[in-house]
T-cell receptor
């Protein structure tokens, strides 16, 4: 089955700097890659997603890149702000509809003042 | 904006007791899911449900677990005889097939088994 690896497990960046979180997946049939942000004690919230027919997607300060050949995808947050502090999960899914989402282990992002 | 809701927010139970966790998915969604997250760990898939039957289940979802859509709005997860290792946050999610693949998560139920 699918396996999603995520690095780093913890990341501290100075406010205003950029943060990059990297993930790899194992199932070449995966074609949908969402990123979720989870604040302490709260639900995972979808922040951005990318499908396998696209190499890059951007939404304001957040961007995601996908390299299908290498089975890598990354989250980039620019101009980080204190409210970006949270745990970020990458995930992969094989097809649309009812297939399960396989999550990475998460990255705890700390934005330092 | 419509949201997935879950009740209760926190459930404390004794080992061996049955618990039912409740979810109300977004109203026009057709696919429903349960995930769990043990404290400090990643979110793990338990089961998916469509058209009144289980679509897929993980190895975690053994005979002690069951799901049901008893009416047009609720989606429940039952654990028949809880174990200490069932203590976790349980998230319900739903998605609308054919329009978007996004799964929207509920706020979770924290289950504590004593």
């Amino acid at each position: 089955g699918e396996n999603v690896e995520q690095h780093p497990s913890t990341l501290s960046v100075q406010e205003g700097d950029s943060a990059v979180i990297k993930c790899t997946y194992s199932d070449s049939a995966s074609n949908y890659f969402p990123w979720y942000k989870q604040e302490l004690g709260k639900r995972p919230q979808l922040i951005i997603d990318i499908r396998s027919n696209v190499g890059e997607k951007k939404d304001q300060r957040i961007a995601v890149t996908l390299n299908k050949t290498a089975k890598h995808f990354s989250l980039h947050i620019t101009e980080t702000q204190p409210e970006d502090s949270a745990v970020y999960f990458c995930a992969a899914r094989r097809r649309s509809g009812d297939d399960k989402i396989i999550f990475g282990k998460g990255t705890r992002l700390h934005i330092l003042p | 904006e419509p949201e997935v809701t879950q009740t209760p927010s926190h459930q404390v139970t004794q080992m061996g007791q049955e618990v039912i966790l409740r979810c109300v998915p977004i109203s026009n969604h057709l696919y429903f899911y349960w995930y769990r997250q043990i404290l400090g760990q990643k979110v793990e898939f338990l089961v998916s449900f469509y058209n009144n039957e289980i679509s897929e289940k993980s190895e975690i979802f053994d005979d002690q677990f069951s799901v049901e859509r008893p009416d047009g709005s609720n989606f429940t997860l039952k654990i028949r005889s809880t174990k200490l290792e069932d203590s976790a946050m349980y998230f319900c999610a739903s998605s609308e097939r054919g329009v978007t693949d996004t799964q929207y998560f509920g706020p979770g139920t924290r289950l504590t088994v004593l």
